[in-house]
């Protein structure tokens, strides 16, 4: 049974940094490319960061240069580390992994402050 549970979300002021973490279970995780989306009130779920079994990253262009994602195979870990965060990037946080089908944590709240 695959599993995604994050954590590290909250509260913050614009220009301030967030961890995410997302464990995961139930998965080959050192061959899972694994993500990170966003759903803001109101829009659609958006991809935020990527990274491959090889360690190779992919972010949208809105977060390029502020959010870092990253891995660790060790503790079957994904992370987001965000920096210089803006009240446009307030949004539930979710891990997604597609090994054959789609799979979503619960999801983490992120709140930035004006």
């Not at 503790?75 to 997604?96: G, I, R, W």
Request: some cysteine.
């Amino acid at each position: 049974q695959v599993r995604l549970v994050e954590s590290g979300g909250g509260l913050v002021q614009a220009g301030g940094s967030l961890r995410l973490s997302c464990v995961a279970s139930g998965i080959f995780f050192n061959f899972a490319i694994m993500d990170w989306y966003r759903q803001a009130p109101g829009k659609q779920r958006e991809l935020v960061a990527s990274i491959s079994d090889k360690g190779r990253t992919n972010y949208a262009e809105s977060v390029k240069g502020r959010f870092t994602i990253s891995r660790d195979n060790s503790k079957n870990t994904v992370y987001l580390q965000m920096n210089s965060l803006e009240p446009e990037d307030t949004a539930v946080y979710f891990c997604h992994v597609k090994p054959a089908s789609d799979y979503w944590g619960q999801g983490t709240q992120v709140t930035v402050s004006s």
